[in-house]
T-cell receptor
Framework: DADVTQTPRNRITKTGKRIMLECSQT?????MYWYRQDPGLGLRLIYY???????NKGEISDGYSVSRQAQAKFSLSLESAIPNQTALYFC????????????????FGPGTRLLVL | EDKVVQSPLSLVVHEGDTVTLNCSYE??????LLWYKQEKKAPTFLFML????IEKKSGRLSSILDKKELFSILNITATQTGDSAIYLC???????????FGQGTTLQVKP
C-alpha cells in the first residue's frame, strides 16, 4: 500500500465550484505539505502544517484553504475554482527535524490532476 | 526572497552521453539541498546534500554541493532512455522548515 495517498487522482470542475482534494498518510509524519506544479515553474508550496494545530501559508496560498483533520489527513480546498488553478497538485509528508538527524526527505503522494473549465 | 534556479531548463542527449545539471540557490537559512527525479508521477528522492565537497553517488548518478559558491550539480554518466525525466532541485530552509524548489530540468535521452 502507498504511504501517501491522494484523492481524487483526476478532477474536472467548472469555474466557481468549490472542490476539496484529500491527502492521507500512513508514515506517521507530523509534517504535511501541499504543492502545485505548473510546466516551467517547478513545485510551488501552497500550505504546510507542522502538526495538527499548526497551519502555515506557503508561496501561493491565495484562493486556497486547508484543514488538518488529524495527523494523517491534510485537505486542500479551492473555495471558488478558477481556470488558472488548473495544475498538478501534490501532497507530501516529512519527519524533518532540526537536530541534524538527516531525516529531511519529503515523501510525495501520486498527485491530483485538476482541470478548471 | 529565497530562490532556487536550475539550468538548463531542458536538455536532449543521446544514450551514452554524460550530462551535468545545475542548481544554484540564494536563501537566508540553508539547511540542506535535495535532488528528486520525476517521471510521469510523483517525485522520487535521489540525494540529500548538507556538506560542501562530499560527493554523493548512486550508480551512474552523482551529486556534489558547493556552499561557498551556492550551487550543486547532478551528474549522470552513460545516460539511458530510462533517465528521461524532470530533475528537481530543492533547498530546505533551517528556520522555517520549508522546501523551496527550482523550476526543474527536463532531460530527454534519445536512443
Amino acid at each position: 500500500d502507498a504511504d501517501v495517498t491522494q484523492t481524487p487522482r483526476n478532477r474536472i470542475t467548472k469555474t466557481g465550484k468549490r472542490i476539496m482534494l484529500e491527502c492521507s498518510q500512513t508514515k506517521g509524519h507530523d509534517r504535511m505539505y501541499w504543492y502545485r506544479q505548473d510546466p516551467g515553474l517547478g513545485l510551488r508550496l501552497i500550505y504546510y502544517s507542522f502538526d495538527v494545530k499548526d497551519i502555515n501559508k506557503g508561496e501561493i496560498s491565495d484562493g486556497y484553504s486547508v484543514s488538518r483533520q488529524a495527523q494523517a489527513k491534510f485537505s486542500l480546498s479551492l473555495e471558488s475554482a478558477i481556470p488558472n488553478q488548473t495544475a498538478l497538485y501534490f501532497c507530501a509528508t516529512s519527519d524533518f527535524g532540526f537536530s541534524g538527524t538527516g531525516k529531511e526527505t519529503q515523501y510525495f503522494g501520486p498527485g491530483t490532476r485538476l482541470l478548471v473549465l | 526572497e529565497d530562490k532556487v534556479v536550475q539550468s538548463p531548463l531542458s536538455l536532449v542527449v543521446h544514450e551514452g552521453d554524460t550530462v551535468t545539471l545545475n542548481c544554484s540557490y540564494e536563501v537566508t537559512n540553508f539547511r540542506s539541498l535535495l535532488w528528486y527525479k520525476q517521471e510521469k508521477k510523483a517525485p522520487t528522492f535521489l540525494f540529500m546534500l548538507t556538506s560542501s565537497g562530499i560527493e554523493k553517488k548512486s550508480g551512474r548518478l552523482s551529486s556534489i554541493l558547493d556552499k561557498k559558491e551556492l550551487f550543486s550539480i547532478l551528474n549522470i554518466t552513460a545516460t539511458q532512455t530510462g533517465d528521461s525525466a524532470i530533475y528537481l532541485c530543492a533547498v530546505y530552509l533551517g528556520n522555517t522548515g520549508k522546501l523551496i524548489f527550482g523550476q526543474g530540468t527536463t532531460l530527454q535521452v534519445k536512443p
